[in-house]
């Protein structure tokens, strides 16, 4: 689904530089349902799949560094916060932006 | 340098040499001492071989033996170990007969249930196959059933073509609770290496998991752990990042 919003990219480090927001982007965002199975001790285990984000107009160099994003619509909703996820894919050029995953 | 937890201290290999025998065996007592809240032998500590630690009191000397509990002995193939080293070898192999039949600079992501010695051999090929099969199916996770081919792979997931693209291991583990029979078997076998060792008044066992090792981590708390020992007078599980201790004896 594609929205209207404010990507926020943090640096979780000791480095102390600011998160960086860019607002007004547009932003494509497609989650995936949490799959569940029962532990071993008996407690049901929720595993979160990655949710991965099409930014139209954001660039590859900007998560140099970059730990954590968060996203707000423009009418101030949170659509998604979490850490940058680099298992499945790294942040990647495609047409007309850059697409990244978060958990 | 920041204080690194136990399981980073045991297992980074990035900015650091791996940990010597004696220097893991040091960390697990010191990180072992900090979090049993019941009496630990007083008197100077002595890191020592056979057995391992001795704790110095002019009234009493008591011996620890440190080992860790590996849910399969690391030489036989369907250790942890031994199965990362087939999964790393066959994706190497697959992702080569992949591009020299054409493929795209796709970027993969496996996750592999269990490799014999037989389908080792054949694998590599139905995976280079099964990737030209899911090279359009672009940032999806794809479930494969055992039934599937090929039945190594539990999931793939396909990143697309993009810069400097790898083909990559995701092992997902089951988790499991810890074998009595395993838990005695390894008791059994320190208390016959005891018997060579330099004599104390008394022995203690720790018996160490490694929560971020996958060919250690396991469920100690178990419902019934208690084993005899005429040799040890304590027997402990102690397992990193959790701190969990489960008395043996």
Redesign the interface.
């Known amino acids: 689904m594609r929205y209207r919003a404010d990507v926020t990219l943090i640096e979780n480090s000791a480095r102390g530089f600011p998160p960086k927001t860019f607002a007004g982007q547009s932003v494509e965002i497609?989650r995936?349902a949490p799959i569940t199975s029962m532990?071993?001790?008996g407690t049901l285990s929720v595993g979160y799949?990655p949710t991965?984000v099409r930014w139209f107009g954001g660039e590859v160099a900007r998560f140099e560094h970059i730990t954590n994003v968060r996203i707000v619509s423009s009418d101030g909703n949170p659509l998604l916060e979490g850490g940058l996820l680099l298992?499945?894919?790294?942040p990647?050029?495609i047409s007309g932006g850059v697409?990244f995953q978060v958990l | 340098m920041p204080q690194l937890h136990l399981d980073e201290q045991m297992t980074d290999t990035t900015a650091r040499k791996k940990p010597t025998k004696k220097e893991k065996e040091r960390l697990w007592l010191e990180h072992f001492r900090k979090a049993y809240q019941g009496e630990f032998p007083a008197g100077v500590v002595k890191y020592d071989e056979n057995p391992d630690v001795l704790v110095i009191d002019p009234a009493r000397i008591v011996g620890i033996e440190i080992t860790e509990f590996h849910l399969i002995d690391g030489g036989l193939p369907q250790s942890e170990p031994q199965q990362a080293l087939r999964r790393a070898g066959v994706v190497e192999e697959a992702r080569r007969l992949y591009l020299a039949e054409g493929g795209k600079d796709i970027e993969l992501t496996f996750g592999f249930r269990y490799i014999s010695a037989d389908r080792r051999k054949k694998l590599p090929a139905e995976l280079a196959a099964f990737a030209k099969r899911i090279e359009n199916n672009v940032s999806e996770m794809i479930w494969l059933e055992a039934s599937s081919t090929p039945e190594e792979i539990a999931f793939a997931w396909n990143a697309g073509v993009y810069q400097n693209t790898v083909w990559k291991v995701q092992q997902v583990n089951k988790g499991s609770l810890t074998s009595k029979d395993k838990l005695v078997e390894i008791i059994r076998s320190k208390e016959e290496k005891v018997k060579g060792y330099q004599k104390c008044d008394a022995y203690w066992l720790l018996i160490c998991v490694n929560f971020s090792d996958p060919a250690q981590d396991q469920e100690i708390r178990i419902d019934d752990p208690y084993v005899h020992s005429d040799v040890f007078e304590r027997i402990f599980m102690f397992k990193s990042v959790f701190n969990e201790i489960v008395a043996v004896k």
């Open positions: 497609r995936v532990g071993v001790d799949q991965t298992t499945y894919e790294a990647h050029v697409q």
